[in-house]
């Protein structure tokens, strides 16, 4: 919940071509229920899409403020899905307790019943090739019907074909993309990507895809 206190609505910046638009034009609503799942490949590569995550994480904050009465103590139920003997801790960006950092065998029909399990949503997937998945019906319908919005992010933050971009401060988030990097390679100085050209703040950009091509991204 460290967040609460450095992040509000106004902490992030959403455009389309260059324009300034409204959050819910581009991103999905959020609500307490409402479960985010982010698929990568390696321990930091889900840190291309650290600011869909953190945008997310404090629309759950705001959220709690408007329908509680009283002060709460909790996280939302934000998971990764990694498919690397390598995971990376993304507590930092409110995904915790740590059970929601999720190793995955590299194999399509696993890694989607571990996506099913959870109740997943909204779910990322890395711009990687499409390829045509060997899923069991059951585990598709299941899918189908609990997903509600996909998109493609990628580890450097710039997708092929890139529809809208989320922006916000590089302090504190860059302090916690470094903790991220750390927790897989022991190293403060690990590398963290510029995330964008400006000296102020972290930009990257996503897409939104189906069901179906957000499938044809798994396994990775």
């Known amino acids: 919940m ?17 324009d300034v638009v409204p959050r819910d034009t581009v991103m999905p609503s959020v609500t307490s ?4 799942g982010v698929v990568m490949g390696t321990g930091a590569g889900g840190l291309g899409a650290g600011n869909f995550i953190l945008s997310c994480v404090t629309a759950f904050y705001d959220y709690l403020r408007e329908t509680r009465e009283e002060d709460f103590f909790e996280y939302p139920d934000y998971y990764t899905f990694q ?4 995971p990376a801790d993304y507590r930092m960006l409110d995904v915790y307790p740590d059970h929601k950092n999720v190793t995955v065998e ?8 571990a996506i099913n399990d959870r109740a997943i949503t909204t ?8 390829t ?16 509600d919005h996909c998109y493609v992010y990628a580890p450097d933050g710039r997708p092929s074909n890139g529809e809208f ?9 860059r302090e916690w ?31 939104q895809v189906s069901v179906e091509q957000a499938l044809e991204r798994l396994p990775i």
Not at 83 to 86: I, L, P
């Open 165 to 173: 971009s989320v922006r916000q401060r590089r302090q504190p988030a």
């Open 132 to 147: 045509s998945p060997d899923v069991e019906n059951i585990t598709l319908q299941s899918a189908h019907r609990r997903i």
């Open 177 to 207: 993309f470094e903790t991220t990097v750390e927790s897989v390679t022991g190293d403060s100085e690990g590398s963290v990507p510029s995330f964008g050209s400006n000296d102020n703040w972290i930009v990257q950009q996503f897409r």
């Open 2 to 18: 460290h967040t609460t206190k450095e992040l509000d609505s106004t902490s992030f910046e959403y455009q389309v071509n260059g």
């Open 33 to 36: 229920n409402d479960r985010v």
């Open 123 to 130: 779910l990322l997937v890395p711009d990687v090739p499409p």
């Open 83 to 86: 498919t690397t003997s390598e």
């Open 106 to 113: 590299s194999d399509v029909e696993r890694l989607l019943r």
